[in-house]
């Protein structure tokens, strides 16, 4: 008896023990992990004109504005990575007002009623503008990431890009959603 | 038994620590475009193990962000019962095979027979031959029409490689046809544009071992293909009395796919497979157990075309040829499938929706005769036409959907089978959604249940019977309180007329023919959560309880003679209750801990064999599942685990015919290696 109860006893202190683990609330999810990387993708994948990217030393600055919906993932995704030898760095914005020279701007979803003031501030500039609500390509964005079917997609306006002096590699038009307005 | 899995962990862990010791390297693809990204990664590993940057553009596609059924607008719009099983759901749960698989469809009834066949119904009326359910592989029909159900055996496919399994359960016989009255089962591959690069997956264990190999690659800028080949073998099941059992089995498949994107609005899809399978001893419809081994094997090729125009408005076309083929099996058998079949949706105006379909499909069939069992007539033709039209309306948009619609299906025996339904949908807001169905379905008698057959001692015979019909009415409720929180909810109830069950014939003793017997009704209900606690702990659970009360039907001639048994069997081969409990734990970014616990009620009318060498129902179950999965580098992943912890053996099902002798499902334990390139 002592030996068939093994099996029981071993399940319910496995049971026990990871029921009191810590689950930290703070780490970032998985879906923001997964747009991340898509971002850096993106540094990776889209040229920006020579002069936008300044001399040597100057950094390649992804930037966010409003809320960090990323935890550190963003900088995890960056760490020691470069765009034509500029290393990648990522600062953050608050608000529209305190938008200031970066390359690639992120726009959470919780700054959909601000969408228009945001993107007027980086219009035609070399600014790559990456979004996540339904409003946003509409609004004058230039990638949009979502979900669809449980994966991560994404939708490109080639003629915003265009607008900004970006080039979409051949690789990014193929695997992207074009969006027509 | 012990010596070998403990070899097989040895090994395994062997092969982790070879893989954690060899050089870190930044994986690279086969180049199949040219490379024109300016990418200029450092190779020094980030913190936290997954690095999702080491992946390719392509491979950050194909990551599960979230699993298709948390995706609530989806779900929601659906007026039915459905589940769908993700890679997510797959991966945690470590079930191994198809049919352990649908284990986790909430009301669906999975026992296992012996270790090489299983008993899977939903809503009742389970058995080896278990009819009422329709099971599709990528809209090809997995049914076997001689003998009138699954041979689960014989459905295999790497996992990986699975795109989602969506079950429905209820009548699905409107838009799927005959044969699928209490549900269907839509086993979806991956398109290979999302199978690409080479794969491997080994599993060791100390039941059963499996090795898929898979690679994919592009022929031209759109069109892509894979190649695969898995290999099983599955050891014995346990006997009470320990004597030695030899329902052991392993099988071959190989497969292909081809997608080619001709268009942003055209896919022509090519795809096909080839197995064979050795088993010893198995549990045959008549016969019960054999102690010979069994051979199978079969193929098919299915081509298939999506034209897509709007999102309202698509057509497609599908065409297969399927080959199954059983040796020795009491009879030599051999069916060969052809099938056509066209559906095309359109919008009329703003708030109609209408789908129609039509299709043909062709059934040869050829027994061989065995010494001692004969089939009559031994060589078939069947066929089948079918069309279907459903219409659906939105009455007011996005908060009230009515669709009805109807199938209509024509056999050569001359009888036309018509399962019309209806469904309503309430969304009263984003959270909540009610809906509502009422549905007739039928099941075509088997070939078997209309032929003259001399399969062992006991002649078989035929009343010609009709089509079984089941009238189904069912309500639905889900919501979403808050966020991270799912609700699902569904009762039903089912009245059969007409079970087709073996009756003595009163004209010729010792004669058994198959006849519209037995009427039956069924109610219960199907109750389901997903708790997604915190980013990194997600909770899920499950709740069914189903009825079935069976008596004679009164206007068989023949009535004083249906054999109690037929109706206590409809009313006692399925659990009273079931519950599961899952719980997916994300110890780190790249490590996860797993656990599922699943109660399976009693069989109250299915008897095995019991340790005092008499036979008793089948008791109730607890399975207490556990594993650890470890992405040890962005393409590795190492698996380990234990099944049905909790015993060391039980048994899910028992003998259904007087010969047959099921076999206890043993505790196992294994380790699963996943590598790509």
Known sequence: MNSRAWPLRLGVVIAVVTATLPCRADAPTREYLVKAAFIYNFTQFVQWPTDALGDQDTPFIVAVVGDNPFDSALEHAVADKTVEGHPIVVRYFSSADQIQACHLLFVPASQDGATSAILGKVANMPVLSVGEGDSFLPSGGGIRLFIEDGRMRFELDPDVLEASNLKASAKLMKLARIYKK | MGLFWTRTLCASFLIVVVCALAPAQVTTRPATTQPDGKKSASTRPSSGGADLTNLSLEDLMNVEVTSVAKEPQKIADAPAAVTVIGQ??????????IPDLLRLVPGMDVAQISANSWAITSRGDNGFLADDLLVLMDGRSLYNAAFGGVTWNAVNYPLMDLDRIEVIRGPGSTLWGSNAVNGVVNIITKSSKDTQGALFDVTGGSQSDIGNVRYGGQIDDNTFYRVYSQ?????????????????????????????KYTSPEDILTVQGDAYEQQLNETTTPILGSQNTPFFENGGDVLGRWTHTESDRADTSVQAYYDRQVLSTYPVGYEQDTYDIEFQNRFPIGAIQDVTWGMGARDYFIRMTDNPGFTASPNYRNEYIYNGFVQDQVSIVPNRLQWSFGTKLEYNNLA?????????????????NSVWAAI??????PSIYEESQLQLGPVPIGTDDPNAETTDSYEVGYKVQPVKPLTLDATAFYNSYSGLIVPVPDLLNPGQVDYENGVDAHSYGTEVSANWQVTPRCRLGASYSYLMTRAQPETTSIADDFIPRDETQFVEGSSPRNQFQVHCYLDLLSNLQFNTSVYYVDALSYINALATDGNFQSVPSYIRLDMNLRWQVKP?????VGVQNLLQNRHYEFGNVFSQAQSTEVPRTVFAELTMSF
């Open chain 2, 88 to 97: 997510d759901d797959i991966q945690r749960s470590q079930l191994g095979s």
């Open chain 2, 231 to 259: 290999y099983q073998y599955t050891g014995n099941g346990e006997q009470v009395n320990s004597d030695p059992s030899h329902d052991q089995w392993q099988g071959m498949q190989s497969g292909f796919r081809v997608d």
């Open chain 2, 415 to 431: 009888n036309l089978e018509v399962e019309p339904s209806t469904r309503l949908l309430w969304t009263p807001d984003e959270r």
């Open chain 2, 439 to 444: 549905s007739r379905s039928t099941r075509t």
């Open chain 2, 635 to 639: 393409n590795v992943t190492l698996a």
